[in-house]
């Protein structure tokens, strides 16, 4: 199950590997997306620590690890088509997958009806 962050980042915890994206909202809010710099794999991520930048056409903007641990993938995929943000934001257009120190710190964040309700009170 995906949790969301108020920062506009998704998250879905598969044993102990987290995969890390930004949300469909946030890549619409950026336009279109020109470039993505990710993390080397094994730098060590505190909870709401800037892990990547998103550089798009009208802005760059910082995307924030949700909880601690170490990178273990950048999505490569992304080096050659950062556009695969905007055509697939949940899901292929992943940021990173990390290795989580507290797999119980995502039961903090948002599921996706609270994530939609926060959308609202923002829009």
């Given at each position: 199950m995906?949790?969301?962050t108020?920062?506009?980042e998704?998250v879905e915890?598969d044993?102990?590997?987290?995969?890390?994206?930004i949300?469909?909202?946030?890549?619409d809010?950026l336009g279109d997306?020109?470039?993505v710099?990710?993390?080397?794999?094994?730098?060590?991520?505190?909870a709401?620590?800037?892990?990547?930048v998103?550089?798009s056409?009208?802005?760059?903007?910082d995307v924030?690890a949700?909880v601690?641990?170490?990178?273990?993938?950048?999505?490569?995929?992304?080096?050659?088509?950062?556009?695969?943000?905007?055509?697939s934001a949940e899901s292929?257009?992943?940021f990173?997958?990390l290795?989580?120190e507290d797999?119980a710190?995502?039961e903090?964040?948002m599921?996706?009806?609270?994530y939609?309700a926060f959308?609202?009170t923002i829009?």
């Amino acid at each position: 199950m995906k949790r969301f962050t108020k920062d506009h980042e998704w998250v879905e915890l598969d044993g102990d590997i987290l995969t890390v994206g930004i949300t469909d909202h946030a890549q619409d809010a950026l336009g279109d997306i020109t470039f993505v710099e990710l993390p080397e794999a094994g730098r060590a991520l505190s909870a709401g620590e800037a892990f990547a930048v998103v550089e798009s056409v009208k802005a760059a903007s910082d995307v924030y690890a949700p909880v601690a641990g170490e990178v273990a993938e950048a999505n490569a995929a992304l080096d050659e088509k950062p556009e695969l943000v905007n055509e697939s934001a949940e899901s292929d257009g992943w940021f990173i997958k990390l290795k989580v120190e507290d797999a119980a710190a995502i039961e903090a964040l948002m599921d996706r009806a609270a994530y939609d309700a926060f959308l609202k009170t923002i829009e």
